[in-house]
């Protein structure tokens, strides 16, 4: 019993930092991802900010983050634009499903910048 009582404790602290860590790397991936293919959308011919934000939210909804921004520079693609850039933040505290201790007030911040196709 003295033995359960000292190593549980210890026990259940590693097991939810290793459970919480993994979670952020989890969310630090699908940021990622949800960047690039949120970008590629936008630098297609006809590509819009529109159809780059909606495959960047769709791609974290995947995961169920439920609170995070998405931005796209410029917010209206011509055909004259150069570059597209997607931006995701996503806010630690409203997205662990362990009481956060290891990673509060922290975000995970993400941004890629591709150049559009047939751009010169």
């Known amino acids: 019993m003295l033995e359960f ?3 549980a404790p210890l026990l ?11 979670r952020v790397a989890m969310i630090r991936h699908t940021a990622d991802n949800a960047v690039y293919e949120g970008c590629r959308k936008a630098i297609i011919p ?3 900010s529109r159809e780059a934000t909606n495959e960047t939210r769709r791609i974290m909804n995947t995961l169920g983050i439920t609170d995070f921004n998405i931005s796209v520079s410029p917010p209206h693609i011509q055909p004259t634009t150069r570059e597209v850039t997607v931006r995701v933040e996503v806010p630690l ?3 662990s499903f362990v009481p956060n201790q290891f990673v509060a007030g922290k ?8 150049y559009r196709e047939g751009s010169q």
Do not use: H
């Open 5 to 7: 009582a000292v190593v």
């Open 46 to 48: 006809g590509g819009t």
């Open 107 to 114: 975000d995970i911040v993400r941004e890629l910048t591709l």
């Open 12 to 22: 259940f602290l590693c097991f939810f930092a290793a459970f919480e860590f993994c």
């Open 93 to 95: 505290n409203q997205n």
